[in-house]
């Protein structure tokens, strides 16, 4: 059973930074398409960066130039760093680890992110 573990989130001003962090146990993250997706309150949950089995990866329209995905094989964990937050950003923020051929999705429990001065 594969597990993830997120962390990193909390408050942080306008033009702030934070790194998210997600945590791989029970598998190989490279074997998998990482993604990070975000739920604002009252909205659906959006897919935020994700980073493919090649090292490939992709962005939101609203976070390229901000964001930047990650991944550690030595520490099997994947990291969202994000530059240059501002309030729209903030959300619950969850890690995913997805592989389509088998059938296998997996989340995490999530971690706040609040921009606000």
């Known amino acids: 059973q594969v597990q993830l573990v997120e962390s990193g989130g909390g408050l942080v001003q306008p033009g702030g930074s934070l790194r998210l962090s997600c945590a791989v146990s029970?598998?190989?993250?490279?074997?998998?398409?990482m993604n990070w997706y975000r739920q604002a309150p009252g909205k659906q949950r959006e897919l935020v960066a994700l980073?493919?089995?090649?090292?490939?990866?992709n962005y939101r329209e609203s976070v390229k130039g901000r964001f930047t995905i990650s991944g550690d094989n030595a520490k099997n964990t994947v990291y969202l760093q994000m530059d240059n937050l501002k309030p729209e950003d903030t959300a619950v923020y969850y890690c995913?680890?997805?592989?389509?051929?088998?059938?296998?999705?997996?989340w995490g429990q999530g971690t706040q992110v609040t921009v606000s001065s």
């Open positions: 995913n680890a997805l592989r389509s051929e088998l059938g296998w999705n997996f």
């Open positions: 029970g598998d190989i993250f490279s074997l998998y398409v």
């Open positions: 980073i493919m089995r090649d090292g490939t990866t």
